[in-house]
């Protein structure tokens, strides 16, 4: 029998169609309402202190431990850094096998090799080894993280990477569903060996719910998940020593609804973080041009405005920025970055 022609659509295209039935069954009302307090929590000036407590991080590209980069390479990366408040290099690793399984020799060759050159160079900085994969339901093939031989052999890789001198594990697996018990799992198994280790665990999360049922009528009408709830998101970060919120690709249109929708992700994350957790806020370092990232709205302004204004007078010092990503990159980014962030007076 032939498939209905909606299973076959790509999961873009199928959270598109559900966004687009969320705007239906809610409209219009609660949307514009929604929509008109992301304009009002883009208003005001940020409070006093609101810049880099030096705990921001960056993602990094696979080419650092393929072969393709060089020394020269690295100690232009160390002068890049100088005056930011970057802490953790999150440097792609894998990607992981659908099974957990790691080949290091033919992925990341390199990677002792670069290890070993940013301890020389930049002492203070830590190299977090980023592992990710496609995962399953939403993804077929993918990883499937509620089988615990999968789970065993991605602590067994996590461990491999941690031998090449790794300060520590950051996981990307998406998309992970609000309520996934088998990365609960993961977190929990992995974290016995980065604790046993001494260095952190760290995640990449998703965004939260920005309205309280949102993802649940999402994953009504088109099976896929977007946002967590603010249970889930607490239930993970309680697991790990850093999480990072992917507060990009985010289906605003303008500018200053983004950096609204940024300031009320960084309230919401706030809530549920525990103290003892960095807390860090995505930024879009990249220009994409679609429906669910116009560069025109997630500009790298607007995310370091939209943080500060969500932070107001909190003095958390466990808080920061992460770049994503440094491939795609430009001198205007890290000149944003530098003059919204990183300045002192």
């Given at each position: 029998m032939k498939k209905?022609?909606?299973?076959?659509w790509s999961r873009r295209r199928k959270i598109l169609l559900g966004l687009l039935l969320v705007f239906v069954l809610l409209v219009p009302l609660p949307l514009g309402a929604l929509a008109i307090s992301w304009r009002v929590a883009y208003t005001g000036d940020p409070q006093a202190g609101t810049?880099?407590?030096?705990k921001d991080a960056i993602w990094l590209g696979h080419a650092w431990v393929d072969g393709r980069k060089s020394a020269a390479d690295v100690k232009a990366l160390a002068e890049q850094l100088q005056g930011t408040g970057i802490r953790d290099l999150y440097v792609h690793t894998g990607p992981l096998e659908h099974d957990g399984t790691l080949p290091l020799a033919t992925v990341s060759p390199r990677a002792r090799w670069f290890t070993d050159a940013v301890h020389q160079a930049m002492p203070k900085v830590r190299v977090q080894a980023w592992l990710g994969d496609v995962l399953q339901p939403e993804k077929n093939p993918g990883m499937d993280l509620d089988d615990a031989a999968v789970r065993a052999r991605v602590k067994a890789s996590s461990e491999q990477v941690l031998d090449q001198g790794f300060d520590g594990i950051h996981y990307d697996v998406e998309p992970v569903q609000s309520g996934s018990k088998g990365f609960l799992a993961l977190l929990d198994e992995v974290h016995q060996l980065t604790a046993a280790r001494g260095v952190p665990l760290s995640v990449a999360a998703a965004q939260l719910d920005p309205a309280p049922g949102m993802n649940r009528v999402l994953m009504g009408v088109s099976g896929?998940?977007?946002?967590?709830?603010?249970?889930?998101?607490?239930?993970?970060?309680?697991?790990?020593?850093?999480?990072?919120?992917?507060s990009y690709d985010t289906w605003t249109p303008l500018e200053s609804l983004y950096g609204g929708y940024v300031a009320q992700q960084t309230e919401l994350a706030l809530e549920v973080t525990p103290e003892h957790v960095d807390l860090l806020m995505g930024v879009p370092f990249y220009w994409e041009d679609n429906f669910s990232h116009r560069g025109s709205a997630e500009t790298v302004r607007a995310a370091i405005r939209g943080t500060q204004l969500g932070l107001g007078d909190s003095q958390r010092q466990n808080f920061g920025l992460a770049l994503y990503v440094d491939f795609a990159a430009t001198p205007e980014n890290w000149s944003d970055y530098r003059e919204g962030w990183c300045r002192t007076d």
């Open positions: 209905p022609r909606w299973k076959t810049s880099t407590r030096g896929l998940s977007k946002w967590w709830t603010k249970e889930y998101f607490g239930a993970v970060a309680s697991r790990v020593e850093q999480i990072a919120v992917m």
